[in-house]
């Protein structure tokens, strides 16, 4: 299987939020909340567009303090974490500062204990520096509990909730990822297993492939794939099937 990143309807949305932020006429509000069920490509593409921005990328902690984020921050900067919270959080803004880059912070809910002091934080980087920040989560509840945080909640430009894939992003995944060439049929079938959901949708990509170079086959249809679960998800019963490998 190809690897490529796959502009999808939810990758569209997400530049076009980022675009929104971009223009903002507040300099303050300069944050982009990304939301959405778990498995529908939310971490991979803004990982993807932190690394090709240099964007400054962190998975948020359970236990993350201030004091914690700061100096995880200050490391990913490349600055030096040791010393008093004083001097580390001076030498994050004067990186930030610098280079204008964009933080962010992914599984954001972690970041709302102790009336979401780390986001305070972060609001006090954002504010000084006038930069972005990509806020991601799989959380359901986190955009009405930031809310809750009216100074915090007032930096939220955009929100992009993404959506369970279409027919149409599982035909274009197929096309540029897979080695052979997918039917209509079969990506019809994929969809219906995985639901729209990107990581068994990926799987499913997988299983096809393991099918082609059993059969030989240079195309797949949905014919060839009777009796294959190309989803494997523990939360859902299926009838007994062949293997796809």
């Given at each position: 299987?190809k690897?490529?990143?796959v502009?999808?309807?939810?990758?569209?949305?997400?530049?076009s939020?980022?675009?929104?932020?971009?223009q903002?006429?507040?300099?303050e509000a300069s944050?982009?909340?990304?939301?959405?069920?778990p498995?529908?490509?939310?971490?991979?593409?803004v990982?993807q567009?932190?690394?090709?921005n240099?964007?400054v990328y962190?998975?948020?902690?359970e236990?993350?303090?201030?004091?914690?984020f700061?100096?995880?921050?200050a490391?990913?900067?490349?600055?030096d974490?040791?010393g008093s919270l004083?001097?580390v959080f001076g030498?994050v803004?004067a990186?930030?500062?610098?280079?204008?880059?964009?933080?962010?912070i992914?599984?954001v809910?972690?970041c709302?204990?102790?009336?979401a002091?780390v986001?305070e934080?972060l609001?006090?980087?954002t504010d000084?520096?006038?930069?972005?920040a990509v806020?991601?989560t799989?959380v359901?509840?986190?955009?009405?509990?930031?809310?809750k945080?009216?100074?915090?909640s007032?930096?939220i430009?955009?929100?992009?909730?993404f959506?369970p894939?279409s027919?149409?992003?599982?035909?274009?995944?197929?096309?540029?990822?897979?080695d052979?060439?997918v039917?209509a049929?079969?990506?019809?079938l994929?969809?219906?297993?995985?639901?729209?959901?990107m990581?068994?949708?990926?799987?499913?990509?997988?299983?096809?492939?393991?099918?082609a170079?059993?059969?030989?086959?240079?195309?797949v249809?949905?014919?060839?794939l009777?009796?294959?679960?190309?989803?494997?998800?523990?939360?859902?019963k299926?009838?007994?099937s062949?293997e796809?490998?």
């Amino acid at each position: 299987m190809k690897k490529a990143f796959v502009e999808t309807t939810n990758v569209e949305r997400f530049r076009s939020a980022l675009a929104a932020v971009e223009q903002r006429g507040a300099p303050e509000a300069s944050w982009l909340l990304v939301s959405g069920d778990p498995a529908l490509g939310k971490s991979t593409t803004v990982k993807q567009w932190a690394t090709r921005n240099r964007a400054v990328y962190l998975r948020a902690k359970e236990l993350w303090t201030p004091g914690f984020f700061i100096r995880d921050l200050a490391a990913e900067l490349g600055e030096d974490d040791e010393g008093s919270l004083k001097s580390v959080f001076g030498r994050v803004i004067a990186r930030i500062g610098h280079t204008q880059a964009t933080i962010v912070i992914d599984e954001v809910q972690h970041c709302l204990r102790n009336c979401a002091a780390v986001l305070e934080e972060l609001r006090d980087i954002t504010d000084t520096t006038e930069t972005m920040a990509v806020l991601v989560t799989g959380v359901e509840q986190v955009q009405s509990r930031i809310g809750k945080h009216a100074q915090i909640s007032s930096r939220i430009a955009r929100v992009v909730d993404f959506r369970p894939a279409s027919v149409e992003d599982i035909g274009l995944m197929c096309a540029q990822l897979c080695d052979v060439t997918v039917g209509a049929d079969a990506v019809a079938l994929i969809h219906q297993q995985a639901q729209g959901r990107m990581r068994q949708t990926m799987n499913a990509l997988v299983a096809i492939e393991a099918v082609a170079r059993r059969n030989k086959l240079a195309s797949v249809t949905a014919a060839d794939l009777q009796g294959v679960a190309l989803v494997q998800d523990w939360r859902v019963k299926r009838p007994a099937s062949k293997e796809a490998a």
